[in-house]
């Protein structure tokens, strides 16, 4: 049997990306612009009141980044031409109906001529407004749908979501829909985004009509949202407007190829176009950054847990490869894109693998000297971790605030600053305990026939490879992962 061609299918056809100033949306362009320069044309949908702007946006925030390198050096003296012949920033947004595409031509023209449709444009705020969230991660979703349904040569519309779609679940997770079973029979009884839009809307009415300020509107609306989600059993707002973002999708996509990628805790890139690059923190680089500084002395996590994690290069080839597997085919799938069933490493791995490398490499501070990290303290539960914070920080604070008043207020910006500080840190450990305490494995029998189908049908499965089980997880957190977080986003800050 002849194998077939990715790269052939890609050849001379019309892509548009939803997200591309994102982390998984810029590294998608390079890769197809490095690896098929006869694409005819990649429309990239960018939030900018002209097209001046958004080019100019283009040019700063995605071809101007240190990912496009190895594409650079490739083309030379001609890379600018070969940019503008072959990318076309367009001043959008997915929170409006035709995507905010102003311009009737340039309208009709993606219309009649894009064949493909990548949407990874959302916010990944885990408490983010719920207004943004909702009209992004929800209804924005609607909006790139209504859009696709109007592009004449569409082929496969391709959304990425995101596994932790299942809420705190434990155990193997499914690639199906089971996890919002429950919302999507509520579906039948009542419209949930006419819903959601109203209670929006009545809070930012009731808040306007208080006088509220900016600051107090978006710290409002930021608990709404965490109020709302729990109410429906997600975690946080993220999950909880992805998840709706997905239930519109599949309820209204008619007769469109629809392909739903779900990425685990997307990390650095392994290979391509060159290992170790990351854009600003990810889940767990924040943690990794404060452990370093030794700004991190204590962790609320379970050690045995399995963290799923997966370069965004191997995201990006799953993603392609599903967009060539599933074209015109007139239905739906679901891939997980992780490793905790094929490759797993729990926490306690991790942790020692951060702490012999900066052991060996120390951070050093603003005064030139080493930092030295420790083993830490670490919590397997939130009852213990609140203890610990109670003891260590509350109780001193407590006794703060006594002395702040017998002292007529003297330490009051000490106080209020701590408070911030320790209220600030309460929170965030909240909105990260689920996943720092998470039990579930992901299921990804659909992403492993995707796998087979690649290695069996096509020619370039190694230029596509998406396998975990490749993975030395050692190797890639002491000489990528870590060595590459420092380079791009800890040293630039």
Known sequence: MELKSILGYLQNKTILV????????????????????????IYLLLRASDTKSATDRMHNQIIGKELFRVLREKWGSEFDSFIAKKVVAV?????????????????EEMWTDIEIILNSAGTTNFDERYDIALSVNTFGVQHVLSFAK?????????????????????????????????MEKEITTFDFKVQEKNLVEEKLNELKAQNATE????????????????????????????????????????????????PTVVTSTYKEPFPGWVQGFRTIDSV???????????????????????????????????????????????????????????????HCFVFRYFTKNPWIDKDGKPV???????????????????????LPLEGLKFVNKAF??????????????????????????????????????????????????????????????CIDWEDYIMHTHIPGLQKHVMLKR
């Not at 939803?18 to 044309?41: H, N, S, W, Y």
């Open 408 to 469: 007529g207020e003297y330490f009051q910006d000490l106080y209020v600053n701590y408070n911030q500080k320790l209220k600030l840190v309460m929170r965030l450990v909240e909105l990260y305990e689920p996943y720092m305490l998470f039990k579930g494995i992901f299921d990804d029998n659909n992403a492993e026939d995707l796998r087979r189908i690649t290695r069996e049908s096509f020619v370039e499965s190694e230029t596509f490879n998406f396998d975990p089980k």
């Open 18 to 41: 939803t997200g591309a100033t994102g982390f998984l949306g810029m590294v998608f362009v390079e890769k197809i612009l490095r690896v098929q320069p006869d694409v005819k044309k």
């Open 150 to 182: 109007k592009c004449l040569k569409l082929e496969i519309l391709l959304h990425v979501s995101t596994a932790y779609i299942c809420g705190e679940r434990e155990g193997l997770i499914l690639e199906d829909s089971s996890c919002m079973e429950e």
């Open 215 to 262: 600051e107090v509107i978006t710290t409002t609306m930021k608990d709404f949202g965490i109020e709302r989600a729990k109410l429906h059993g997600w975690p946080n707002t993220y999950v909880f407007t992805k998840a709706m973002g997905e239930i519109l999708l599949r309820h209204s996509k008619d007769n469109l190829s629809v392909v739903i990628i779900r």
């Open 91 to 107: 001043p959008g947004d997915v929170t409006f109906d035709d995507l905010g595409v102003k311009e009737f031509k340039l309208r």
């Open 372 to 394: 030295k990290v420790g083993k830490g303290k670490i919590f397997k539960t939130m009852a213990t971790f609140r203890m610990y914070m109670q003891i260590r920080f509350m």
């Open 288 to 350: 990794i950054a404060g452990y370093c500084k030794g700004k991190l002395t204590c962790l609320l996590v379970d050690p045995k847990s399995v963290f799923d994690m997966v370069p965004v290069d191997m995201v990006v080839n799953s993603i392609t490869v599903a967009m060539v597997a599933n074209a015109n085919k007139s239905s739906s799938i679901i891939y997980h894109v992780g490793s905790s069933l094929r490759n797993p490493i729990n926490f306690l791995t991790i």
